[in-house]
Nanobody
């Protein structure tokens, strides 16, 4: 079971990037997917989540700018990031997510992530 992130890079403020999360080894379509990010010196935070039905949730900090989606035929999830800000700079990770005691929790060990750097 593995999730591999890609698509990060260096972009100017106001620009866009699309991240991809490719899955293998587990039934992709029945699992919720979360995109997380971790900036230097800060805790990892969940920024977007998509359920098996396609329902979505976003952190307030990215609402209206980021869009999470999934293509079950390709076992891939995406995070379209528009109107990027310097404070979006972080390593971005994806993971399967499940509700445990009412809280979304990551399922797998973390992968390498993909670096997103937004210059001002």
């Amino acid at each position: 079971v593995q999730l591999v992130e890609s698509g990060g890079g260096l972009v100017q403020a106001g620009g866009s990037l699309r991240l991809s999360c490719a899955a293998s080894g587990m039934t992709f379509s029945i699992n919720g997917i979360g995109w997380y990010r971790q900036a230097p010196g800060r805790q990892r935070e969940l920024v977007a989540r998509i359920g098996s039905s396609g329902s979505t949730n976003y952190a307030d900090s990215v609402k209206g700018r980021f869009t999470i989606s999934r293509d079950n035929a390709k076992s891939t999830a995406y995070l379209q990031m528009n109107s990027l800000k310097p404070e979006d700079t972080a390593v971005y990770y994806c993971n399967y997510v499940v509700y445990r005691a009412g809280v979304l929790r990551p399922v797998l060990n973390w992968g390498q992530g993909t670096q997103v750097t937004v210059s001002s």
